[in-house]
């Protein structure tokens, strides 16, 4: 069965707005989660990894006032995106490691008009 | 840098028509070799991991090969629901506990009844 789930699955917002994507882990707790990005037709790339009671490690580039991460819980990590642009629209897809093998949750497709 | 490279982009075949597809990967130490299956606008599904050049895993008509170089994904017999895009990603040895991944772009296969 599922291990990783995400909310909503798509989401269309007007430039501007802040977005928020949940990712929940479903049959166990994950002190770490990862969030990563993927255009058409291109690699998944790592955005920021998810530390539950702590600061998210960004990866070079990624914006961090911009995807603002928290990883409130043990089973739930919440990437916003802040202030959203068409550059923006992409394929935001979440994992968790169990316990040696990374599983990735369905996706949220972000639109942003 | 760890580097990833997957052939063909694309692949077409026929029912029943088996096939390889190939993962080149540089890393400075592999702590693991993934592969992943990915169905439009979906996440990425688990199917292996490998560890070590001469490593075999089997999974239904997929069978996954290791050397230190590459890895090859093996489509015995394939059907039509094989369709799919497949990624490959390695983990290397750095950074501890660190479990970053490094994808390819992928292989979209196409198998046609």
């Known amino acids: 069965g599922a291990v990783v789930s995400q909310h909503p699955s798509r989401v269309i917002c007007k430039s501007g707005t802040s977005v928020k994507i949940e990712c929940r882990s479903l049959?166990?707790?994950?002190?770490?989660m990862f969030w990563y990005r993927q255009f058409p037709k291109q690699s998944l790339m790592l955005m920021a990894t998810?530390?539950?009671?702590?600061?998210?490690?960004?990866e070079q580039g990624v914006e961090k006032d911009k995807f603002l991460i928290n990883h409130a819980s043990l089973t739930l990590s919440t990437l916003t995106v802040t202030s959203a642009h068409p550059e923006d629209s992409s394929f935001y897809i979440c994992s968790v490691i169990k316990p040696d093998t990374q599983y990735f949750g369905p996706g949220t497709r972000l639109t942003v008009l | 840098e760890d580097q990833v490279t997957q052939s063909p982009e694309a692949l077409r075949l026929q029912e029943g028509e088996s096939s390889s597809l190939n993962c080149s990967y540089t890393?400075?130490?592999?702590?693991?070799l993934f592969w992943y299956r990915q169905d439009p606008g979906k996440g990425p599904e688990f199917l292996f991991t490998?560890?070590?050049a001469g490593e075999e895993k089997e999974k239904e008509r997929l069978k996954a090969t290791l050397t230190k170089k590459e890895s090859f994904l093996h489509i015995t017999a394939p059907k039509p629901e094989d369709s799919a895009t497949y990624l490959c990603?390695?983990?290397?040895?750095?950074?501890?506990?660190?479990?970053?991944?490094?994808f390819g772009k992928g292989t979209l296969l196409t198998v046609n009844p």
């Open positions: 990603a390695v983990r290397d040895n750095s950074g501890g506990s660190n479990y970053k991944l490094t």
């Open positions: 049959d166990f707790q994950a002190t770490t």
């Open positions: 490998l560890y070590s």
């Open positions: 998810s530390n539950e009671g702590s600061k998210a490690t960004y």
């Open positions: 890393v400075s130490g592999l702590r693991g």
